[in-house]
T-cell receptor, first 113, second 110 residues
């Protein structure tokens, strides 16, 4: 058990709506990153947060935003949902500094209809 | 920009046969390469990284900078090796920013 949990596990939203996905990181993990995994594809990097500030972003529009909290939890927010946003969303956390791997959560399956 | 290519979507081998999962990358600097594995109904987890030069569950991978490859190998496949395998690249100073390939489904048949 890695200690990284995501909620909810499944979610269905309507196009145009907004969604918030949550991730609870392992204690002491001060870096969290979010990935989008479309069907049949590898995970794609969305952004990374370190000490509650965005610290790197992939090729995703501004309607994808995030927050990281002092209690090692974080959120991914997506506004104005589009059908193509349907995917598995993964969070991964690690302790920046030292030799530690990134631990992945089990993911949230988002379906936009 | 970096890119990771896994040319095979599916690789099927018999138990006891050698396995090689191919991974090629493009990156102008010195990347860190990883193999991640996802067993059925489980989360993505790290299998091995090139800087460790270790063997995990009988798997090894050598970084070939000349061929920009990081192929995953195992001499004798086991049924429990059946899973989805992803090759991933992290650029220098890239934090958690991993670039993944599209993955190869390994199926070990009896």
């Amino acid at each position: 058990e890695t200690g990284v949990t995501q909620s909810p596990t499944h979610l269905i939203k309507t196009r145009g709506q907004q969604v918030t996905l949550r991730c609870s990181s392992q204690s002491g993990h001060n870096t969290v990153s979010w990935y989008q995994q479309a069907l049949g594809q590898g995970p794609q990097f969305i952004f990374q947060y370190y000490r509650e500030e965005e610290n790197g972003r992939g090729n995703f529009p501004p309607r994808f935003s995030g927050l990281q909290f002092p209690n090692y939890s974080s959120e991914l927010n997506v506004n104005a949902l589009e059908l193509d946003d349907s995917a598995l969303y993964l969070c991964a956390s690690r302790n920046r500094g030292g030799r530690t791997e990134a631990f992945f959560g089990q993911g949230t399956r988002l379906t936009v209809v | 920009a970096q890119r990771v290519t896994q040319p095979e979507k599916l690789l099927s081998v018999f138990k006891g046969a050698p396995v090689e999962l191919k991974c090629n990358y493009s990156y102008s600097g010195s990347p860190e390469l990883f193999w991640y594995v996802q067993y059925s109904r489980q989360r993505l987890q790290l299998l091995l990284r090139h800087i460790s030069r270790e063997s995990i569950k009988g798997f090894t991978a050598d970084l070939n900078k000349g061929e920009t490859s990081f192929h995953l190998k195992k001499p004798f496949a086991q049924e429990e090796d059946s899973a989805m395998y992803y090759c991933a690249l992290k650029p220098t100073g890239g934090g958690n920013k991993l670039t993944f390939g599209t993955g190869t489904q390994l199926k070990v048949e009896l």
